[in-house]
């Protein structure tokens, strides 16, 4: 078994059970992409076993903290029977769920959704590509399906100096699914789609405004960075007059409008622009149009803390831009998915954003992924979701 020594001093994130190892904390040694090795103290102490990947900053990502543990296909097959097991338990009002959560579920590197009958995986480190074959297996045994999609297509694959690969691993079929959520159904390309093809993870998020538009009684609604229209069917679901939906991808667009005719919601209600998001705020300050509620759900601006600062600028200016559209008593649901971006930073940059826009509101609730997008623990960075629901003073 290869192992690899780390720096003194430098010990102290695996005995919290964190799983990263940087490049920096690194002494010596070292092993081919995947492979298992054994980490270990400036002094030779047992800290874990960990997949070596020589390309990444982020060098070893734990497997487990027992030494007498084996890192072969019986500890893969049972990492993801007790990730698909933990989703039983929750209360997810959909036949789709995130099964495997990386780093939350002891799996560095890999996502796994379902879509129905159909599983869709992403391969996103040395570790998981190297027991890609064994994953593929348990997942399919744990869940009983037959059918399981790649797309290990994301950026981040390339920092662990793995190639973008995509395609069926296991049986075949339609690569466009409708599912349900919260008694909605939305159109999902797991072929093309963001991500695996939806975001799962703003499932109760959405049920949440459908909530505040009939509670409220919303009008005229601003949903940005719409994607495939799910904030849209929540808002036209409960009882919005006028929903405008704003994005850069025509092809989303196309799929936001077909998702209001197959959750048979009126058209006519339903405004959609293929634009600039910032743009079109400030078009609309410039006109004097205001709206009851908005909803910013922009794309990842600050994958690590290395971005935050430029997209810290970023946030605040839609966020700024945002609270001036909203008219008195109006909501805002703002979100940054940025992992690089913390929940208290991003409090502070909305602050910040009212400020500038001369808005003051009301911070009503703290959101966050569903619940089958965990954070443990020992993996604060499985919190990459945050929202704010802020009332208008």
């Known amino acids: 078994m290869k192992s690899i020594r780390l720096r003194e001093g430098k010990e102290r994130s695996l005995l919290r059970r964190h799983p990263w190892v940087f490049e920096s904390a690194i002494a010596r040694g070292g092993a081919d992409a995947g492979e298992t090795v054994r980490v270990e103290a400036h002094d030779g102490r047992f800290l874990a076993w960990a997949a070596f990947s020589p390309a990444s900053r982020i060098r070893a990502r734990a497997w487990s903290f027992d ?4 890192i072969d296909a019986a500890f893969f097959s049972q990492a993801v029977h007790t990730a698909v097991q933990a989703r039983s338990r929750l209360a997810i009002a959909s036949d789709s769920a995130r ?7 002891r799996l560095p590197g890999l996502v796994v959704d379902r879509y129905g009958d159909t599983l ?3 391969f996103l480190s040395a570790g998981v590509e190297r027991w890609k074959k064994v994953l593929v297996d348990a997942l399919l045994q744990a869940t009983g399906l037959a059918r399981l999609y790649e797309r290990s297509d994301a950026n981040s694959r390339t920092l662990e100096g793995l190639q973008p690969a995509t395609g069926w691993l296991r049986g075949e079929g ?7 959520e919260h008694g909605w159904q939305f159109g999902v390309d797991i072929a093309g789609g963001h991500k695996t093809g939806f975001y799962l993870d703003q499932r109760d998020n959405r049920a949440r405004f459908a909530e505040y538009t009939a509670r409220l009684g919303f009008q005229r609604v601003l949903n940005c960075y719409c994607y495939t229209g799910g904030f849209t069917i929540a808002a036209l679901a409960g009882g919005a007059a006028h929903v405008t939906s704003i994005d850069s991808s025509g092809p989303a667009l196309e799929r936001a409008r077909a998702n209001v005719a197959l959750n048979r919601q009126e058209l006519a209600r339903a405004e959609f622009l293929d634009a600039d998001v910032n743009a079109s705020l400030r078009r609309f300050i410039d006109e004097g149009r205001t709206f009851d509620a908005i909803v910013l759900d ?3 601006l600050a994958p690590t803390v290395a971005h935050a ?7 605040k200016d839609i966020n700024r831009l945002g609270l001036k559209l909203l008219a008195p008593g109006g ?12 929940a208290d930073l991003f409090h502070k940059i909305v602050a910040s954003a009212g400020t500038d826009a001369g808005v003051d509101g009301y911070i009503t609730e703290r959101l966050g992924a569903a619940p089958d997008h965990p954070m443990t623990l020992a993996f604060p960075e499985g919190e990459y979701l945050k929202g704010l629901v802020v009332i208008r003073k």
């Open 174 to 180: 339609p690569t466009e699914l409708v599912v349900t």
């Open 309 to 315: 600062e430029r997209a810290a600028r970023a946030y």
């Open 298 to 300: 922009p794309p990842k």
């Open 120 to 122: 869709v995986a992403q």
């Open 67 to 70: 030494e007498s543990q084996r």
């Open 331 to 342: 909501v805002l649901f703002t979100y940054s998915c940025s992992g690089g971006i913390g």
């Open 99 to 105: 099964l495997v959560h990386g780093e939350s579920d």
